[in-house]
């Protein structure tokens, strides 16, 4: 059995101004992505310029905040956000939701698609190999505040979470952080390596990471407030990964079909 080692979320202050590990995981990872997208725009034929890809990062950061908050209100906050709007919406607030941010990011692609004449699938091909290093990132930023652990376990490598209670639980965002950061990179990369059929890679990422959050929603504990939503097994966030492998499927059914590169 294991224990958390019980960190402080805090990483440092200046003066009344606090600096969490969460907010450091989130900059570190939209630097990575940055630098990797810039190595992809800068290949012979990719048909980006490196000095754009500041651009695209910025319309994702604000894609990812204010999709991942309104997501965490709307799918996991939902009295709370009918009871008390502005409490629910406030940027301050801490909670973000993967689903909701998302969302987020796909109306940043198509905003900065309609700017710089691309179509929303050439953005969206283009950026989504780098995406799983900010999930990666944001699952370390989990595991360093001591949340979304696993449900109660007896695996020899089963961790105690100080919010946990004293039983130990699968270590969760660890699992998501291999799954969702370093597996899924490596093969969304690998599969955008060579040509691919125009929303074949979107579609990739999609499925990948809607099958994978499907599977390790089964040791994650449920949301206290929610529990399972249907059949006693159930969680909301297999829910809401339910339209992505579907969706997932269609694009690369289609991408394959239509072989428009």
Known sequence: ?????????????IGPFTVAWYGIMYLLAFLIGWWLAKYRAAKPGSGWQPDEIGDIVFYIVVGVIVGGKLGSALFYQTEQLLSDPLSALNPMRGGMSF????????VAFWLYGRTTKRSF???ADFIAPAFPIGL????LGNFINGELYGRVTDVPWGMVFPAGGPEPRHPNPIYQMIGEGVILFCLVWWF??????RMAVSGFFTLCYGIYRFLVEFVREPDAHLGFIAMDWLTMGQLLSLPMIIIGAALMFFAYKN???
Request: avoid cysteine; charged fraction near 15%; aromatic fraction near 10%.
């Open 259 to 261: 072989q428009k590169v």
């Open 136 to 139: 990666g990132a944001g699952r």
């Open 99 to 106: 689903h909701g941010g998302f969302i987020g990011v796909l």
């Open 121 to 123: 699938f050439q953005v």
């Open 1 to 13: 059995m294991l224990q958390h080692p019980n960190f402080n979320p805090i990483a440092f202050e």
């Open 192 to 197: 955008s390596s060579k040509p691919r059929p």
